[in-house]
């Protein structure tokens, strides 16, 4: 498309980062020399992510493009990105998922966005809400589409 929002050329990725607006800019763009981007997963169904993702936790759909036939959707907060693949060819995802043990995001008040996030989605509850003193953090793991296993952390001052 020529808005900039689906590509499938070489550079696309590079138009599709340029077209789209995001609350933050690149690590060289800010002046600092490197910082984590992104972390890419397969998805059987985008819809099933987005639902989870953004109208469940409340993340925020940056950009979307095809390149190579593959569906990418950024999703995230101010400081990094989900990017979802999707091929509507395999639409079991390839990746082994058990190799990446969890997605942590962080949130102000864990015990109330589990409660909200479990109601909204009816994900299953890997753990319930507690406490790691050695991380000063209260904690909860939630199981998003496809297995993924996402940790919603809160820092306790």
């Known amino acids: 498309m020529v808005d900039g929002t689906q590509a499938d050329t070489p550079n696309s990725?590079?138009?599709a980062r340029k077209k789209h607006s995001r609350q933050y800019d690149y690590p060289s763009e800010r002046g600092v020399g490197m910082d984590v981007i992104h972390t890419a997963i397969w998805v059987s169904?985008?819809?099933d992510a987005r639902s989870f993702f953004v109208d469940g936790i409340g993340l925020e759909e940056h950009a979307s493009f095809t390149l190579g036939g593959v569906e990418n959707v950024y999703v995230g907060g101010e400081h990094g990105e989900i990017q979802f693949k999707y091929d509507p060819k395999h639409p079991e995802p390839a990746a082994d998922r058990s190799a990446l043990d969890h997605i942590a995001i962080s949130v102000d008040d864990?015990?109330?966005e589990y409660e909200r996030i479990v109601d909204a989605t009816d994900c299953v509850v890997v753990e319930e809400p507690f406490t790691v003193d050695g991380a000063g953090a209260r904690v909860t793991f939630l199981e998003g589409p496809d297995g993924y296993v996402v940790e919603l952390v809160e820092y306790l001052e």
């Open 45 to 47: 169904d985008l819809d």
């Open 110 to 112: 864990v015990d109330a």
């Open 13 to 15: 990725r590079d138009f």
